[in-house]
């Protein structure tokens, strides 16, 4: 279930977002939206460069805080800035569910990871 959650956030909710909010250019918009998941290419400056137990928030460039907050100021851009600025952030919150996924099914996964004080408080949100 975990896989299949990521995946439709990941692309299938890209479409959604383009035809419900950018009608007239729902196609170019869905477009911008996965191209931003390009993103991931960070992931290659990580040895290894594949591991199933870490989570990328925080731990790749591309994934740190700082780098979403530069994605949130997209957002107040013109387009196609803040269609980018949106894309990015919605792959930053699709790879933040991967992980409180992960950590509910791998607790000592959690021990070291960048951003297990924001997942601690989240989860204790709920």
Not at 24 to 46: E, N, P, R, S
Request: charged share 10%; aromatic share 16%; with cysteine.
């Amino acid at each position: 279930m975990q896989t299949f959650i990521h995946y439709f956030l990941h692309f299938g909710l890209s479409f959604i977002i383009a035809y419900l909010f950018f009608k007239k250019d729902w196609k170019k918009v869905t477009l911008i939206l996965l191209a931003t998941m390009l993103v991931d290419l960070d992931h290659l400056l990580a040895t290894p460069i594949f591991a199933s137990n870490r989570c990328s928030i925080g731990f790749h460039p591309l994934h740190t805080y700082y780098a979403i907050i530069v994605y949130m100021i997209l957002l107040f851009r013109r387009k196609p800035f803040n269609i980018i600025g949106l894309g990015l952030l919605l792959h930053m919150i699709t790879d933040f569910i991967d992980c409180l996924f992960m950590f509910t099914n791998c607790n000592t996964c959690l021990q070291n990871s960048p951003i297990k004080n924001t997942l601690e408080w989240v989860s204790n949100l709920f």
